[in-house]
């Protein structure tokens, strides 16, 4: 999964973008059997493929030991004309592939080869996670996505297969920062989900790639399924093609391949993962063979970190889920053109699997599973209700809060402004909830119980619940999401929300602007009427200009770079020499406070020119602070 910001939008919009249309679906019977099933898809397939401009889909659904039904739509590659088929094409996995880290380490775990509650360090033989917290970081805590890493998503992904370093050196050199001590709150990590798999290899003694295809796709007749990157021999050919919408046509685009593998690169058959859920399903037996004793797995569904005793959480890195009253474990995949979720559903012996080859293929796949669920599970939950003796005031809940899941030791870290949740008050139970910045979606909740607010929308957002969870005196200072552990949120100081940076940055840029417009109407001025500066003044003009035109640049370059999901694949060539302005313009910004001195002592200028000059060099000054709050202070180059 990535954090910038085109699939945080894809990622918040976990809901029904066309409630008109599921209206018709969930008035069908629900389906008992694959012709019903087949009707039911061959309905809801291809119209969001319609809507979210995907050109290809495919959906397994299993039940009681069984697949019942398979069907692929559109297609794996449009040039060649070559059809989705539910047993034949692979789709890229992409996150959903940790589901086989973590199967692999309770295998393990059986075998007594490996503790979940032991230090990691013990099984690393060439690195060792440093001990930045008295607390060591164990498995557990990589399953649960509670390590404490800060995220690192910058080069994670190359265009080209030979460039994916050996897992270990990867792991070695691209290190994150532990930010907090493992196991207080949850932030999803690939690079704790491949140093899972790093070490699966090095107590299994093979490569991660060939332990996973013997003990967990043979026994499983995953027969279409493999970590390899690129796929081998025919599988590479029935691999399908990702395709971004662009200008009303489907664009073929670049392979991605992961430097994380164990973390991202599975590619498979629907019909292979239909295997992968029945044999999950029933707690590892598939056909009369195991991945998993009965109880390993039992105790692999159950669930094994919460950010709050309220809440869904993680079942050994299974994400749990409460929808229309069922419970469920799921996990979703995305990579810049291949999108994915697998739901299983323990109580009733049922669990679905659906894979899109388009940009916008989460929209679809996170719709899918509302459809999947209004039409087989009903919601039978009645309307939220605030309680009569509820007296404490949701004022205190407004703010801004951002995801754990985030860059904090780099330049990425301002990307977790654009990902935060807004909330503002409606009334004295009542809030309003933002995702993302500027706001994705918005849904309206209302308060049933002391910081807990349930969405009062049709459909309800399928996060369910916010649960608010305070501090000491301080108020609420974290927020959660009922069906969402991947991350938590934490309350933002004033000057770390979205509104006052942006009024920030505004105010700065348009008096950098004034500076780079008014050079040359000044200029004119001066050599019509004659009017002779010092040589001082002039080099303090240039020097304000200069500082102009460095924070602009640098503001419109940042832009650039952080607005493309392209980031993945590391920095452009003209994208580091962009990170050395901020030293730059540290530099002009202490000038500015020795020339706005001159200026008032000697006085150049006019009054109003000292003025604006003596703006511009606070506004320097804020720009300055800026930089360096949010690690743009040489940003990647360090």
Known sequence: MRYFLPYLIAFVTLWTPYTGRLEYFRSRPVA????????????????QMNDFHIPGGVVSIVQNGRLVFAKGYGFADIQARRPVVADKTLFRLASISKLFVWTAVMQLVEQEKLDLNADVNIYLKDFQIPATYPEPVTLLDLMNHTPGFEERALGTSTHHSQDIQPLGGYLRQHMPAR???????????????????????????????????ERIFKPLKMQHSTFRQPPPGDLALDLAIGYAYMNGGYAPQDREWAQLAPAASLSATATDMANFMIAQLQNGRFGNTRILQADTAMEMHQQSFTNDPRLDGYAHGFAEGTINGQRILWHGGDILNFHSLLVLLPEQGSGFFVSFNGANGMLSALSTLRAVMDQLYPDQQPAPETPANLNDDAGSYAGAYFPTRAEYTTAGKMVRMFQGIQVTVQSAHQLRVSLGFPAQVTWQYLEIAPGVFRSTDVPPSIFGDVVFRNEGQRGAQYLFQHNNPTTAYFKAPWYAEPAFNLSLLGITT????????????????RRRYGEVTSSPSRLASWWEMLLSLSGLLFLAGFAIIFSSPQTVFGLSPWARPLFLLPLVIAILAIGMIVFTLLAWTRRWWSMPGRMHYTLVTFAALAFVWWLVYWNLWIGYLR
């Open 32 to 47: 008992s059997n694959a012709n019903e099933m087949e009707a039911f898809f061959d309905g809801l397939m291809p119209a």
């Open 179 to 213: 930010v907090r001590p493992p196991g207080e709150l949850s932030a999803y990590s690939n690079y704790g989900a491949a140093l899972a798999g790093y070490i699966v290899s090095q107590v299994s003694g093979m490569p991660f790639d060939q332990y996973v295809a």
């Open 510 to 525: 348009l008096l950098f602007v004034s500076v780079i417009l008014w050079a040359p109407l000044g200029w004119w001025i």
